[in-house]
């Protein structure tokens, strides 16, 4: 089952902060998030294991609520670079499936 | 260290033909899956192998098939082409199961249909 990610479409100005939510209706035994750009591959920002542990790298961080079968990507004080389309991808078998993304603009 | 690399980068195809999609995972990587993108429905998952096994299939018509090597390159047919499989092809590579090790994914097939 593909995960649900909320919302569709965000618009940022350049500093502002963006939560992008990720939920899904079976349980989860790692949470993975991508971010694609315009024209090139996904790349890998992170997995999330079962745990609620938060991750992260720089100012982009996640969290994972197994319980609630979801996680949430925190972007923070946004740059130009972070804008494109971010995918969550939950486990299902020995691949992964994806939601249908996340569209972020973030402009000057 | 090379990527993943897909070929070709764009191929132009007519209904009803065949047409065969080509991947290099990362040296060391056994894992290799395939997905195909379109606007409307994301990242679909086609199947995914392991040593030459396919290990998970998705739900696509059995017009969509694949294989992989035994130096883990891997291939995907798709046979009678129809305009609705357009769309960006994606192979991804992992050192073992997706969940665990996550994604490396190539640049990807252009496939249009005519």
């Known amino acids: 089952q593909q995960p649900v990610q909320s919302p569709q479409a965000v618009i940022l100005r350049e500093g502002e902060d963006a939560v992008i939510n990720c939920s899904s209706s079976k349980a989860l035994y790692s949470v993975h998030w991508y971010r694609q750009k315009h024209g090139e591959a996904p790349v890998f920002l992170m997995i999330?294991?079962?745990?609620?542990e938060q991750k992260g790298h720089e100012k982009i961080s996640a969290s994972f609520n197994e319980k609630k079968q979801q996680s949430s990507l925190y972007l923070t004080a946004s740059q130009l670079s972070y804008s494109g389309t971010y995918f969550c991808g939950t486990n299902s078998g020995y691949a992964l499936n994806f939601g249908k993304g996340t569209s972020l603009l973030v402009t000057p | 260290k090379a990527g993943v690399t897909q070929t070709p980068r764009y191929l132009i195809k007519t209904r009803g033909q065949q047409v065969t999609l080509s991947c290099s995972p990362i040296?060391?990587?056994?894992?290799v899956s395939w997905y195909q993108q379109t606007p409307g429905q994301g990242l679909q998952f086609l199947f995914e192998?392991?040593?030459?096994?396919?290990?998970n299939k998705g739900n696509f018509p059995g017009r969509f098939s694949g294989r992989q090597f035994s130096n883990s390159r891997s291939e995907m047919n798709v046979s009678t082409l129809e305009l609705g499989d357009s769309a960006l092809y994606l192979c991804?590579?992992?050192?073992?199961?997706?969940?665990?090790?996550?994604?490396?994914f190539g640049s990807g097939t252009r496939l249009t249909v005519v």
């Open positions: 192998y392991f040593s030459e096994t396919q290990r």
């Open positions: 040296s060391g990587h056994r894992s």
């Open positions: 999330l294991l079962k745990g609620g």
């Open positions: 991804a590579s992992s050192l073992g199961t997706a969940e665990a090790y996550g994604y490396t």
